[in-house]
């Protein structure tokens, strides 16, 4: 299974602990390695900028690790441009175009966004709990 993931809202500007948005990342990491994604306006068209825009705004080892363990993806218009949409997948993402909405539901695929709610603190937890029971835990 693919993890798509998102940053503004998600790793960064959100109303979650950074404790639980590190654990849910690392949880991304060790269980889905070589198969998470960065689907975020810092990574599209064709040039990478997730390093400079994480760095100094998370600790540094986990900065490290998903610099060099998270994989770019290129897209223009639509995040989902960059979906492979022959493999499963989850997106972790704050908040989708109704355009973008309408490609996941015209392959079916509506399920596999999960909405993550920046202004909840308890929303890394559920992704992690949304997560660890998507992958069969
Ligand atoms: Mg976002």
């Known amino acids: 299974m693919k993890i798509y993931l998102d940053i503004?809202?998600?790793?960064?500007?959100?109303?979650?602990?950074a404790g639980d948005v590190a654990s849910l990342l690392t949880l991304l990491l060790d269980r889905f390695p070589g198969k998470v994604y960065w689907l975020t306006t810092h990574c599209r068209g064709g040039a990478d900028r997730t390093e400079e825009w994480l760095r100094g705004k998370l600790p540094d080892a986990l900065a490290d690790r998903l610099c060099r363990e998270v994989l770019p993806t290129d897209w223009n218009t639509l995040k989902t441009?960059?979906?492979?949409?022959?493999?499963?997948?989850?997106?972790?993402?704050?908040?989708?175009?109704?355009s973008e909405r309408r490609v996941l539901e015209a392959h079916g695929a509506a399920d596999?966004?999960?909405?993550?709610?920046?202004?909840d603190p308890g929303m890394a937890a559920r992704a992690e709990a949304i997560v660890r029971m998507r992958n069969g835990e």
Do not use: K, N
């Open 81 to 98: 441009e960059a979906i492979d949409f022959s493999e499963s997948f989850l997106w972790l993402d704050d908040g989708l175009l109704w």
């Open 8 to 17: 503004d809202g998600v790793i960064l500007g959100t109303a979650s602990p």
């Open 112 to 119: 596999r966004w999960i909405p993550m709610d920046r202004r």
